[in-house]
């Protein structure tokens, strides 16, 4: 097995295992910290041996050797056997055997609701729910927080020292509880997937596996919750974005923009779905942000080309998403729909202030847009400085060859 074929397989692995030993053993902290080098060991061993007969049981037990271990190096070791002995443990689940498979994702749910317990911070629960069950690393939950590593690194210990000290219960919250935490269970998984279908850094576009644990995990939720609206426009955004896949590079992994896609191998049935799901939900649910980013989505779905979609409907959408969920980068994708029915320079007015926000004012989508639009309204200098701009700040190679690309066309033009 290839080393990303390992990578893939650890990622999936990775929040079942945890379940697992936090079902066993309710430490949170120190269970994270032992499943995270059993899969140190299994990426530095597998490639090379194999992969074992029952690879989830040869992690468990590993990571669970770790754990004793590190219990054992502790001062206070008997005594902590002795409080164990006498007292129910705080996750009371039973935990299954090592080499049982586990019962149809239920045990990643419970992770991921317990990572966004109330106790912590949103920003916290959200840090954290990446690292334990969406397996990003801390540089990429960094980035995707326009955040320093080191700080994000510190907050993730934090959340969890705090998740440990209140002795959260490894189990689905109440229906109250669970509503409480909803929000950050979805932005959660709102990132992983974007992270997966543009990866922040790397020589490769896509992540399906992330893509493609984020839209289960929204496929569990749905089922969970089938009558929340917002959880139905997160699947149904997921899936109709996702449709583009196949579309978005060309024959040599280059990036292929929405206007240039072959719309004939967008995946149909996904996009089918997702237009089923944001259509249903609007019919009894307050639009949300999610729906709404769901129902622009199927507006581009829905125009057989680029040149017959519907922009004053995706301009209204992007208003209605701006006036209930206000941020920097809906104000991008904005100026983008805005600069096809008022004109370039419509758009790049949106733009301007933008360039004063700490959270957008050196980001690569800000110079990435902003060429964008001053290509198309005829300023080529600009928009050349602009894309060159854009391409030395980002830390995707697609994404940098094709802005490279973009520059190089301009100057050629001149």
Known sequence: MTSRAVEDLLRTLAPQVLGVLVRRHGQFYACEDAVQEALLAAATQWPAQGVPEHPRAWLVTVATRRLTDEWRSEHARREREVAVAVRQPAYAAVAPPADEEPPSGDDTLKLLFLCCHPTLPVSAQVALTLRAVGGLSTAEIARAYLVPEATMSQRIRRAKQRIEAAGARFTMPSAADREERLGAVL?????????????????????VELT?????????????????????????????????RAARTGPDGELVPLAEQDRS???????????????????????????VQAAIAAVHAEA???????????????????????????????AVAVAMVDGPKAGL???????????????HRLAAVRAHLLELAGDRADARAAYLAAARATTSLPERRYLEVRAARLAADR
């Open 265 to 291: 191998r967008w995946d149909r049935v996904a996009t089918a779905e997702g237009i089923t799901l944001v259509t249903e939900a609007l019919t009894w649910s307050a639009p949300g942000p999610y729906q």
């Open 349 to 363: 007015a949106l733009l301007a202030p933008l360039g004063d926000d700490d959270r957008t004012a050196g980001h």
């Open 304 to 334: 057989p080309s680029a040149a017959t979609t519907d922009w004053p409907q995706i301009v209204a959408l992007y208003r209605v998403l701006a006036r209930i969920a206000p941020n920097p980068m809906v104000t991008l994708n904005q």
């Open 212 to 244: 493609g644990e984020a839209i289960r995990l929204a496929r569990e939720l749905h089922r969970l919750l089938p009558t929340h609206g917002e959880v139905a426009g997160l699947l149904a955004l997921m899936l109709l974005t996702d449709a583009h």
């Open 187 to 207: 932005r959660v998984l709102y990132l992983v997937f974007n992270e997966g279908y543009t990866a922040s850094s790397g020589d490769e576009l896509h992540r």
